[in-house]
């Protein structure tokens, strides 16, 4: 992350103020009271707390080391027994000279590009069998490099953590390094704007140093090595502080102007590191012991970069609150579903006689409603046929045809049929012969025309067929004829 700092006006650190005291209010307001079994591994060395709604109840401290897991186990059990601690959240800050914490300097990048590199340095610097699990905390970017903070696990202690935590049915909240209660103390300190400041901490034995700017956000982390035996811790330590300001100064052109020491009297005195120091150092304003430390480790936030806890199991809880939080949804619907069909059915018992006959006149209308479609359907039938008649005039000729040919009789032949399209009507002409006498050729035609008449095609056949057979009849009487063949010719109009 980059490192800005400006200047600000008094109205705007006015302001700044009132809404960091409003989201510390709200915050708190809104907190639910802490309930949590905090736990410390430090070297083997095991130590426990209980925290019943925000109150420190009971403590206890277990004898010997602890190096493996079945012990570890036993110990989390015993401390749940000996603090009488009722409920399920665990916290647990681990400091072991097994696991591995280093600083790089790499060139500015993605992060996506980043995790690669991280993973793989990660597992060519563990000194264990088996998989290593890291956490990362980026710092100073400058000068195109970017300092990044990492620590390594090895993962299948994390692995036998949470089992501990299933077989005991405690939810792990933290499981951060030692280093973390350190970076928490850096927000609390005063650092002027445009400022940096530097923490010595010495926790356990372990001498860290941690910097960071008026925002109480580290961006340098470093842990120091055990001293020479022909060097004093003191000088040590001051020699490293000097190289971390002039790094500060150089890298983000920021001024330390105080230290501030957070250490074990009894290990190592401020006196004996100032001498080494130009930087006035300045004693913390507390001077905890390792309840405090205890009480500090549950109160971390569970979002740290360095919670070795992982993202499934921190999200657990909120997942089975939520899964209650729908389920009692869901309860509440159908109490009300429940509640407002009985309203429903109460108001329908009350006002049945009117239901009944409301729902009467709805199937007569939906009765009515089914006559009149069919009524409609038969009309639409209707016009269609008609449309199919009148619409397309060309195409008469051939059903009419086919429908002449369903009437004429054996003894009837056609030899020439004519329909013809005038302004106003169809005019149709038919010529034929028939092999009967006169009696039976009048009769045949007689029935054709009736036919005509009738069918769908409404022909209105002209009167003067009679007298054309007539006259045939005549012509045959001073001819002779070989057998009887009369010709007719039938001329009328499609209404």
């Not at 089914?370 to 009309?379: A, D, F, P, S």
Request: aromatic share 6%; net charge neutral; proline share 6%.
């Amino acid at each position: 992350m980059s490192l800005a700092f400006t200047m600000t006006s008094p109205k705007q650190q006015i302001r700044s103020t009132i809404r960091h005291l409003s989201a510390h209010v709200r915050k708190t307001s809104l907190r639910k009271r802490l309930t949590v079994l905090s736990v410390s591994l430090i070297d083997g060395r095991f130590k426990a707390m209980s925290i019943i709604d925000d109150l420190i109840h009971l403590s206890w401290e277990r004898p010997g080391i602890i190096l493996k897991p079945e012990p570890l186990r036993q110990a989390i059990a015993d401390a749940i027994r000996h603090t009488e601690f009722p409920g399920r959240h665990i916290s647990i800050l681990v400091e072991d000279r097994r696991f591995i914490s280093l600083t790089l300097q790499l060139p500015m990048m993605s992060l996506t590009d980043l995790i690669p590199i991280l993973e793989r340095k990660a597992q060519q610097v563990k000194a264990w069998e088996g998989p290593a699990a890291w956490r990362h905390h980026l710092g100073i970017q400058a000068r195109g490099q970017q300092n990044i903070y990492l620590e390594i696990w090895p993962q299948q202690f994390i692995d036998d953590i949470l089992l501990i935590c299933d077989e005991l049915q405690l939810e792990l909240q933290q499981l951060a390094p030692l280093s973390a209660l350190a970076e928490s103390q850096l927000g609390t300190l005063p650092v002027e704007p445009g400022e940096a400041t530097i923490l010595i901490s010495m926790l356990e034995g372990n001498v860290m140093f941690v910097a960071g700017g008026e925002d109480g956000t580290s961006f340098l982390i470093r842990h120091l090595a055990p001293a020479q035996d022909w060097v004093s811790l003191g000088e040590r330590i001051g020699t490293e502080v000097n190289r971390t300001i002039m790094f500060i100064n150089q890298q983000v052109n920021l001024t330390v102007s105080q230290i501030w020491f957070l250490g074990e009297e009894e290990r190592l005195t401020l006196e004996e590191v100032q001498p080494h120091v130009s930087t006035p150092i300045l004693p913390c304003p507390v001077n905890p012991d390792w309840q405090y430390w205890l009480w500090i480790g549950a109160t971390l936030p569970m979002n740290l970069s360095n919670n070795f806890t992982p993202p499934e199991v921190r999200r657990a809880p909120m997942r089975k609150k939520l899964t209650n939080a729908i389920a009692a949804s869901i309860a509440v619907i159908m109490i009300v579903c429940v509640g407002t069909t009985g309203i429903i059915e109460g108001y329908f018992a009350k006002n049945q006689v009117s239901v009944q006959a409301v729902i009467q006149q709805a199937e007569a209308l939906q009765q009515d409603q089914q006559l009149w479609e069919g009524r409609l359907v038969t009309l639409r039938h209707k016009r269609q046929w008609m449309q199919g008649i009148t619409s397309r005039p060309s195409s008469l000729e051939g059903p009419f045809l086919s429908y002449l040919g369903t009437l004429l009789l054996p003894q009837t032949v056609l030899n020439k049929v004519s329909i013809t399209r005038t302004p106003t009507k169809w005019e149709v002409e038919i010529t034929g012969s028939t092999d009967t006498n006169l009696a039976e050729t009048l009769l045949l035609l007689e029935q054709l025309i009736t036919q005509l008449a009738a069918g769908p095609y409404h022909v209105a056949v002209e009167h003067g067929w009679r007298d054309q057979l007539l006259a045939q009849t005549v012509s045959a009487s001073t001819h002779e004829r070989t057998g009887p063949h009369y010709r007719f010719t039938l001329k009328g109009q499609i209404s």
